[in-house]
C-alpha cells in the first residue's frame, strides 16, 4: 500500500504554484494539500492543511523562506521542508540547512527528481542536489579552522562511540539502509541512533548532523 504523503508548496508566484500543483498531481503517493504565496502565510497553512512536506521558495514579498523555515522549524513537530529555487547561493544554502531544510532543489530540476525528493524527505533522509551538495563540501574543505570547528568537536564529544559512528556515516550522505548494512546493524537500530543524537546534539534532522560532522572536520 502506498504512503500519501501531503504536500503544501509555498511561492510568490501563482504560475509556478499552479505548475508545481499540476505536475507533482501526476505522481502517485503526493497529494498537493494547498498552497500560499508569502511565508508570512505559511504557519496558518501548516495549521490548517497539516502538510507532511513543505516546498519553500526563498525570494518571496513579506518574509522570505528562509526565515519561515526558521520559524517553521521551531515548532513542536513540524513538517519537513525542501527549499526549492532559482537562487543557490553558498550563503542560501549554509542558511537553509543550519534552518532546518531537509533538501535544497532548484526549481529547472526535473519534475520526477523533486517527486523523489518530497518521498525521500517525507521518508526522514535529507535530499541535496549533487551541485548544492558539491558546493557545500567544497565551503567546508576550505573553511578556516575557526569556533565553529572547535563546538563542533565539543557537540560530537557528547556522543557514545556507536552515536559517533553513525553520525559520520550520515556526514557523508548514507542512507539508513546503507548505515546499517556498513555497521553490522538492524535499520531500526540505525533510527534509534539517528533519534538519539538529534535529541542530545538539540538539532531538526539529519542535514543539521551532516553540517556538524563537516564543521568538525
Known sequence: MTTTVRVLIVDD?????A?????LSEFEGIDVVGSVGD????????????PDVVLMDIRMPQLDGLAATESLRARRDPPEIIILTTFDTDQHIRRAMRAGASGFLLKH????????????????EP??????????MAYVADADPDPRRDRARQLLARLSDGERAVAQLVGEGRTNNEISQQLLMSTATVKAYVSRILTKLDMNNRVQIALLVHDAG
Open 19 to 23: 505548475g508545481l500543483a499540476m505536475m
Open 127 to 136: 535530499m541535496l542536489s549533487p551541485n548544492v551538495l558539491r558546493r557545500m
Open 13 to 17: 508566484d501563482a504560475l509556478v504554484r
Open 39 to 50: 511565508g508570512i502565510e505559511v504557519l496558518p497553512a501548516v495549521n490548517q492543511h497539516r
Open 109 to 124: 530540476t526535473p519534475p520526477p527528481q523533486i517527486a523523489e525528493a518530497i518521498r525521500q524527505v517525507a521518508a526522514g
